[in-house]
């Protein structure tokens, strides 16, 4: 017995399919049930071929969660920079939420749930430091107190809660701050454990350059666009846009606190392997090469936070370009063309926002991929069947 | 290059106007009461003379193998005083703690956990601390077996930084040092006015005290860089550091647990390294990627309280007065700063007896 989806009304029917036909390899089979014989296409029973492009922390966690949750599926990874060369390379990794609020806050709220889950149990386990997850407890800081004094996702980090006055006094320039327990994911480390995982799910990694979708058809049935920054050109989208960021890697292993300066301007993240001090926010801005005198910002500005930086001992500078969307854009498309269509789930926009989301965007867009794949095995070529 | 030149006697119309201070240790106890008593006195007196005696210097003393948490015993023994000092330590350390100095001292900031098995009362010393609070539900997750806690932010303060950090600010001084056995209070007598006796375990050598006894400690050393939250764990029934404990350094992680009173063995011991290292990982499984890079034992210089007071030897050729400074446990760092000053308070009076137009600058 086997339950299909009519693909023109989308009603379930319980079928028996012809035993005659079941070691015939499809593209078609015939079954009957009381209603009368239907003829039904289903693809090829050969897996369905996932392309994921991008191989940063939203192209290998999509990758993985969808070959971990589809067996149907065989996932390639194709991408022009695999870690230590992606933009999640250059990022801290801080697990802290600052998105637009044109994205839904609800939505918001669950890929980060999600992520923190996910990360949190790699935190309590004994590969958290292979993989480059550890806690962090901090401070941030405000000149004027929020809008919001408190934020959407104050119950999914630890023990969130406002500062007192005497933890206040050390930032002589802050009127209000938030502290609490978060988690950092330093990707160097994140990214190959993702790839590894992807290659036990049976998942394979390509370097190459996509210019655009219909370059992979024929090859692939479903296209998981996770390109990053790289999606303005490759869909011609003019709402993602770069917000270049410099950073700094600097040896300071007895800092143990975060501190992020509220409008994101200024910030020092300690990490496993080093710390990470940041930043600039430049829209538009398309310069991959560090920038002197960003870097002289950056250290005078986080020197005057934490006034011991000035015995750091500086190891290496980077930029990554945020590819920023109002709404980060996580949807299904069908693409049409040269007679045929082609599956597009995009999952890019994340901003600076990619590691703290990107967990929950990625079971969303493999759950989009299951639903391309369950449209395109029910699709039918025959007449309509009788009902 | 430790040894230095003893003052020759000087004519007893010179002793009127000077002092000779000899200090017996050189661990954090020793060195910062020399620091507090020159920094105090040296404009009032002058010459203000201070040689420090030790057998054992930087890195070779207790102080240098400890953790450095800033945090008293969880549950206190109430003694006023104590609290006082532990107190005072903690807000002289802070301001310090943006300083250009902090660095060398040793000194930063770090947040973590104290878990229970059981509800108690909150110490002491929860107001002295940054942002002392019990822990949430969530939280206490992450402990499986604790039932409640408490998390704060205290201060680090590195004995193998912050002694040599005070020796310097002492030279600058013109303090000596000098390498040596004490073997009593009386071969100082002839050449030093008063002697300050920081000897911490070995003050029995000096004079017999049974109230002073060892608990021995052993920890190990890991490099563990992802480890950012001191984490200790605590069982009342067991007593203090005998559960295990996690707290990262600057360099290095210390995972502990041992707390043996009367043991005076100073090597360390396989079996109590095996305790420290399955405790340690079980609190935080991920140290079982940590790299081990040494053991370390050392004898906590335990004692009902701490003994700091005065004591004046007429007995013999001449007058000379003992300031005791020593027993102060597992918590030495906390509190050194706020006995330092105490000793300093008894120096003064010392001052003001031999020459009332002395007055100290407090």
């Known amino acids: 017995m086997k339950h299909v989806k009519h693909v023109q009304t989308g009603a379930s029917h319980a079928l028996e399919l012809d035993p005659a036909l079941s070691n015939i390899s499809l593209p078609d089979a015939v079954g009957r049930n009381e209603r009368g014989i239907f003829h039904l296409v289903l693809c090829t029973m050969d897996k369905m071929r996932v392309a994921v492009i991008g191989a940063g922390v939203v192209g290998l966690s999509t990758a993985v969660c969808i070959a971990e949750s589809i067996p149907d599926c065989s996932v390639t990874v194709i991408a022009e920079k695999f870690s230590p060369y992606t933009t999640s390379d250059v990022a801290a990794g801080i697990l802290s939420p600052h998105f637009s609020r044109e994205t839904p806050i609800e939505r918001q709220k669950r890929w980060f749930d999600d992520t923190f889950a996910h990360i949190f149990s790699i935190a309590q386990s004994e590969e958290a430091s292979e993989i480059g997850v550890q806690f962090l407890s901090g401070w941030e800081i405000f000149k004027e107190a929020p809008i919001e004094p408190i934020p959407y996702w104050s119950d999914s980090v630890l023990a969130f809660r406002m500062m007192n006055n005497s933890e206040l006094k050390r930032f002589p320039q802050a009127t209000f701050g938030w502290t609490y327990t978060t988690l950092l994911c330093e990707c160097t480390s994140y990214l190959p454990w993702l790839e590894k995982r992807l290659k036990n799910a049976g998942g394979q990694l390509q370097t190459g350059k996509i210019t655009g979708f219909w370059e992979l058809h024929g090859k692939y049935e479903i296209i998981v666009n996770c390109s990053g920054i790289g999606a303005r050109a490759l869909t011609g989208d003019m709402n993602v846009y770069p917000v270049r960021g410099q950073i700094h890697k600097v040896h300071a292993p007895w800092l143990k606190h975060f501190v992020r300066v509220g409008d994101g301007t200024s910030y020092i993240y300690p990490g496993i392997s080093s710390v990470t001090l940041g930043g600039t926010r430049q829209k538009d801005d398309w310069r991959m090469s560090v920038d002197p005198s960003d870097s002289e910002a950056i250290f005078k500005a986080c020197c005057a936070l934490e006034p011991s930086l000035q015995r750091a001992r500086k190891l290496f500078e980077g930029v990554g370009l945020r590819p920023v969307r109002a709404v980060l854009r996580l949807e299904k498309e069908k693409l049409e063309g040269e007679g045929s269509h082609m599956y597009l789930v995009h999952n890019y926009g994340h901003g600076g926002t990619g590691v703290t989301f990107h967990w929950g965007t990625a079971k969303e867009a493999a759950q989009l991929v299951q639903e391309c794949v369950t449209e395109i095995r029910c699709r039918p070529v025959r007449p309509k069947p009788k009902l | ?362």
């Open chain 2, 1 to 362: 290059e430790r040894r230095a030149k003893i003052a020759p006697r000087q004519t007893l119309d010179d002793r009127h106007k000077k002092m000779q201070v000899a200090v017996i240790g050189a661990g954090v106890i020793g060195l910062s009461t020399a620091q507090c008593i020159i920094e105090r006195f040296h404009s009032v007196v002058k010459p203000l003379n201070i040689v420090v005696y030790a057998d054992q210097f930087t890195p070779h003393t207790t102080s240098d193998g400890a953790a450095g948490l800033w945090q008293p015993y969880v549950l206190d023994r109430g003694i006023p005083e104590e609290v006082k000092w532990n107190k005072e330590t903690f807000e002289y350390l802070l301001k310090y703690v943006n300083s250009p100095d902090a660095n060398e001292m040793g000194l930063f900031l770090q947040s973590g956990y104290n878990i229970f098995k059981e509800p108690l009362l909150d110490p002491s010393w929860k107001d002295a601390v940054l942002g002392f609070r019990h822990l949430t539900e969530e939280e206490l997750k992450l402990f499986p077996g604790f039932s409640h806690g408490w998390f704060n932010t205290a201060l680090m303060l590195e004995g193998k930084s912050y002694l040599p950090w005070l020796m310097e600010r002492l030279k600058e001084h013109g303090v000596w040092f000098v390498q040596k056995k004490i073997h009593s209070f009386q071969e100082l007598s002839p050449d030093f006015d008063v002697v300050v006796n920081c000897t911490g375990i070995r003050a029995q050598e000096l004079q017999p005290d049974p109230e002073l006894i060892p608990a021995r400690g052993q920890i190990i050393k890991v490099y563990a860089p992802w480890i950012k939250h001191f984490i200790i764990s605590h069982d009342q029934r067991a007593g203090i550091y005998s559960k295990p404990y996690i707290i990262p350094g600057s360099k290095l992680v210390t995972v502990g647990g041992i707390f043996q009173l009367g043991n005076w063995n100073e090597e360390n011991d396989p079996k109590d390294h095996n305790i420290v290292w399955e405790g340690g990982c079980k609190l935080v499984p991920s140290l079982k990627n940590a790299k081990i890079v040494e053991d370390w034992t050392g004898l906590r210089p335990t004692r009902n309280r701490i003994r700091i007071e005065r004591q004046i030897f007429n007995t013999g050729p001449k007058k000379f007065e003992v300031i005791h400074n020593y027993g102060h446990g597992g918590y030495g760092l906390t509190i050194h700063w706020g006995c330092a000053m105490e000793v300093a308070n008894i120096f003064g009076r010392i001052l003001q007896e031999k020459k009332p137009s002395w007055r100290s600058r407090l």
